[in-house]
């Protein structure tokens, strides 16, 4: 910084320690000043502003800080000088500029106890959700004309039409991968031919609907919660409420909806990929043609395997969209906490998506459909 | 850096010469002109007032002029250095405003204190975190605020206590430009009319120039110098409320001479009379 601020420490001749600001005392030259006069370790009786330039609010704060420590007097000060010193001393408040903190046991314990209260009330939150989503899917169906349809078809587009280019290569890329690393490890046995079996049946029972789920969590959750959430920061939920519409009807119905009927069709179309990527890389690695990989994928793969598929989907779909909507209508406050919903909401659909899927495997191998 | 800084502190023109100069502007959306070939004088140390009607680009002449805003035409000098493309040194000149956006614009995660912090660190980071506090503080009191709103999310104040908050970070830097957008929209009465009078006491204070958008006839009339009239793509009139109204366009007078308008001069005749003696 080229501006220059000064100051020494005389005494006079009644012995008094008379501190001299010279130069330009504002902003720019605030820090150093600052920094110095901390140094300071004598009292100062008298504060001398003959040799200021210029000085602004910062400046005077310096000053006036000084004069309130040390009790001194200021003299020469310019009129300037005494107007912006009047004007913050008379703003001297104590106060905090960070938010209070508390010390970190404290902390441990409260933020334990959030966390506690926040699970229980996200659960019955939850539930809560739910029901009131079934109340007005109960008055929608008695009253047809009240859905909206519009909405429905556009979210229908935006779940399933749009994600078909990603989930369409994401499956591909998982059937060639599996049909590649399952001839590697069948090569071992002489069994390339039951790479069929692997990539027919893992990807209609599980891999197909699983992945197209965690797509379409990434893709719409995430979406879901973010429109919903900056619908209630702009008050858009509060106003629709004011003139009859049930945010309830108008945003979360048609999106669950959506998700719920788009997932199968997703989900069917991801295996059908990830099949032809396998048959692909069966007719180019394995020499496995692909009226043989089709013949015997009918032979080996249970029609109870797609049902399996087909029966999780929609499930899957109804997690997604839940969490995102349901974490969008809790967002208040700030940008901040469309963002940490939005994150909230993609986690917990994945995870919730896992949990079930688990409970799937065992609860069809259990009804006899392994 | 150092000449920057060192040119910086001399090139405050005198009192009542032009510390904002736009010649030609002309700001245009695809096929929808805004701005025409418009002309603009700010004098140092008034408070100008900048009315139209509702899309006539007030905010978008400020932007203008700020930076946020890139003309299609013409040239915007603030102190000196010309805003609009070019000028290096015009990255210098924006620690010498303060910008108050209608809504605060207050950073939604930071509190009203580190709100008023932040532009301190970006320009001077060498002002130690104590210094940085207490100044933020006596702004913050400054702006009207009580002190113990510094430690409070934006989220947590009313819409007034906002814009004072929005105020204070303004002035964080001690600008000598003040932008105010629209300070008193939103606001009641009585609030309104208390932050009018806070824009005049800082104002006065400090020394500042104020470029005021505003909608509020009572504004105009207590706290303005002269006023700017945005209409037809161009500033079509300046001046003291007197002086406008002399002229004869129509939008000047339905403006002035509307049920509002003149309910806001009687309200001023009643609070000052002695100005309108004759």
Known sequence: MSEVADFTVQHDEDNQAVLHFFGVLDISTAGEMNHRLNGLNQQIDIIDLDGVEAVDTVGAWVIHRLRRDHIAEVRHASPEAIRLMGAVASADEPGQVKAPEMIAPLRILAEMGEATSRALGSTFGTIGFIGSLLVSFVDVARNPSRFRWRALVRHFELVGVTALGIVGLMSFLIGIVIAQQGAVQLRQFGAEIFTINLVGRLTLRELGVLMTAIMVAGRSGSAFAAQIGTMKLTEEVDAMRTIGVEPMEALVLPRVLAAVLMMPLLGFYSSMVAIFGGAILCSLALDIPITTFVTTIQQVVPMHDFYVGMIKAPVFGAIVALSGCYQGMLVKGNAEDVGLRTTAAVVQAIFMIIVLDAFFAVFFTWVGWG | ?278
């Open chain 2, 1 to 278: 850096m150092s000449e920057e800084s060192q040119a910086l502190a001399t090139d405050l023109p005198d009192i009542g010469e032009p510390i904002i100069t736009i010649r030609g502007l002309r700001n245009a959306f695809g096929e929808q002109v805004v701005h025409e070939n418009l002309d603009l004088d700010v004098r140092r140390g008034e408070i100008i007032g900048v009315v139209g009607g509702s899309g006539t680009g007030k905010s978008v002449l400020m932007r203008s002029i700020i930076g946020l805003q890139k003309p299609n035409a013409g040239e915007i000098t603030v102190l000196g250095r010309n805003v609009c493309g070019g000028d290096e040194r015009y990255l210098g000149i924006r620690r010498r405003w303060g910008v108050l956006f209608q809504g605060g614009a207050l950073f939604s995660t930071l509190t009203v204190g580190e709100n008023v912090t932040v532009p301190m660190k970006e320009f001077y980071p060498d002002i130690s975190q104590q210094l940085r506090h207490e100044i933020a503080l006596y702004k913050i009191v400054l702006s009207g605020l009580p002190a113990d709103a510094a430690n409070k999310y934006p989220s947590q104040l009313s819409g007034g206590m906002k814009k004072r908050a929005g105020l204070a970070r303004a002035l964080a830097l001690d600008p000598d430009l003040l932008f105010l957008d629209e300070p008193t929209a939103g606001l009641d009465p009585i609030g309104a009319a208390a932050f009018d009078e806070l824009t005049r006491e800082l104002q006065q204070t400090l020394g500042l120039t104020v470029f005021l958008i505003t909608h509020d006839l009572d504004t105009l009339y207590e706290i303005c110098d002269r006023v700017a009239v945005l209409a037809d793509q161009k500033v079509i009139g300046v001046g003291t409320i007197e002086e406008l109204l002399a002229t004869d366009h129509p939008w000047i007078q339905e403006y002035f001479n509307g049920p509002r308008g003149r309910a806001a001069k009687s309200a001023q005749m009643r609070a000052h009379p002695a100005d309108y003696e004759i």
